[in-house]
């Protein structure tokens, strides 16, 4: 097969990785059909943002929020994406240090799962 019969190009994809070391190579998932490198940099950064405020108790800030997340936090990220792609490290203090708002966390709705099967229920 030669190249150009190969399967198309699929666009970008985040990897979900579990911080406590559970899961098989620590790889959670691959969601995968980002429309473009900023989709995925937006659904990266919303997953782990979540991922922190599930890891907040109690009102915990800072160093405590940050020693949770990193036993059982998710991590998020886009692969292949070299310097463009966002990467948590960047921002993991902020995030501990302030609570996010329902917004920053949504990473639902940036979800190309769900954008498919949108648009698969419209053409029913």
Known sequence: ?????AEPDRGWFVR????SGGAEEGIVEEVKDFQDLAHANAFARAYVRDSMERCRTGGAVGREVLESWF???????VVEAGEDGWK?????EDFA???ATPMERDWRMLDP???VE????IGS
Do not use: Y
């Open 71 to 77: 036993s059982f936090g998710e991590d998020a990220i």
């Open 97 to 99: 240090a302030a609570p």
């Open 1 to 5: 097969m030669s190249s150009s019969e």
């Open 16 to 19: 979900i990785l579990d911080n």
């Open 113 to 115: 799962r769900r954008l």
């Open 118 to 121: 949108d648009d698969e229920d």
């Open 88 to 92: 948590s490290a960047n921002e993991l």
